[in-house]
């Protein structure tokens, strides 16, 4: 089967051709078009990011087509949730009538479950049964992959996402949006000096009966970033990169015990990172270093994977179309929606 995959939820209009069967697929084109506009506000304008959908949706398509060296294709998927309403909708929209147009079928594929897929793309080991967390700019999850299509939510953030952490603390040290790989490098310039930040929501005691074994927050930790920045004062410039690597260790510590939590529970000798914040060099070296001992396998997705594309959504999507899933020309956007195939935790 030969699939278009679509990706407009956020601010990367994307589209990409994949062929294949099972887990024997084979990427023809990948085209992610970025929208930089977006750094002037330093964040996501939501009716902007719509226009910028609609400017280039079309060539995007086409582009990503024509690498692909084909115009058969046999269905189209696309994001339809979680994302801006505004965004997913012209991606929706133009999915629905490619499909309506060539009589081929049309399937919505949940944003998330595009980015579990996303690092089988390139790793075929990266397939079920594994622990995966999943950490964007918008969500922070971990989950149990029994099998494709089965899913038990095991934590979440209560506060913000990983990723928009990295992008507040960014911005508090004075460094651009999105900040996640502007706070990376800087943070690999020190060795943090003398800042150290408690550990969000890591206790010893902590057993998987307590509500927060496995779930994260970030909010405390940033207004820590927050008075250090303050009492740091004169002296910022040379503390900055101190800060950053400070901050930068303790989210990458939390999520690397949560993650090695979740492993040992359920006996997984895989761990499969995605979403943005996956592209940190220094959050994968981490787990490696934490599992390389223990026989488990660690796949962190090339960037292009990790962050927003269309290839994970046409490979998610491949999944269900084969199961014999589709959706209807009502197909709509929805903001918020849980993950599909959620299994009781
Ligand atoms: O998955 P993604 O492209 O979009 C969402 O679905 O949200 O993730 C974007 C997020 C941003 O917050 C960005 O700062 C973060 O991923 N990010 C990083 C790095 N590269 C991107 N965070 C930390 N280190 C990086 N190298
Ligand atoms: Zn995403």
Redesign the pocket.
Known sequence: MRVLGIETS?DETSAAVLEGTGDQVRLASLVILSQDVHRIFGGVVPEIASRAHLTAIVPVVQRALADADTNAIDAVTVTNAPGLVGALLVGVSYAKAFAFARGIPVLGVHHMEGHLFATALEHPGAVPPFTALLV???HTMLLDVEAWGRYRLLGRTRDDAA??A??KVAKLLGLPY????H??RLAATSDGGRYRFARPMVRRDQTPADADFYDLSFSGLKTAVLNAVKGADAALDADRAAIARAFQDSLIDTLVEKTARAARQFGRDRVVLG???A??RALASAMRARFEDRGVRVFAPAPRFA??NAAMIARAGLFHLERGERSSLDLNAFASQPIPGLVAA
Do not use: A, K, M
Not at 178 to 181: L, S, Y
């Open positions: 956020c964007s700019g918008g990723g928009e990295f992008d999105p900040g996640g790989p706070l990376e979403g943005g914040v592209c940190n962050t927003d």
